[in-house]
């Protein structure tokens, strides 16, 4: 089991942490939105609780739940740049579909 960052997504991240002298890794899961049932939810956390998994990926620490690691196990998180737009891209292979509006996604 395993979330990872593309090296791009931890430079990015790296700055974010580097910012808040409180964080020390990224906050990874899921909650419940949208048409398709899941939406991704990403922050900083500045702590590992009782029921976390922590991962490492290019020097930064990926903590996810494990309640929310089924629907995440494998993601690869990606940081993008398209002109003026900058965004994170997660390629998850449990994802079965998505809508149409690229918002939220099922697994299954």
Known sequence: MSVSLTEAAA?????YIARDADSFGL?????TT????FAYVVDL???IGSND????????RI???????VYVDGT???FRKDGLSESF????PNVSAECGCGESFAVG
């Open 63 to 69: 903590i996810v739940d494990a309640e929310n690691l």
């Open 53 to 60: 998994r922590v991962f490492e990926s290019h020097g930064v």
């Open 11 to 15: 430079d990015r991240v790296k700055k």
């Open 34 to 37: 949208g048409c398709s049932g």
């Open 27 to 31: 906050r990874f899961g899921v909650k």
């Open 76 to 78: 690869t998180i990606d």
């Open 89 to 92: 891209a997660f390629d998850n």
């Open 45 to 47: 956390t500045d702590e």
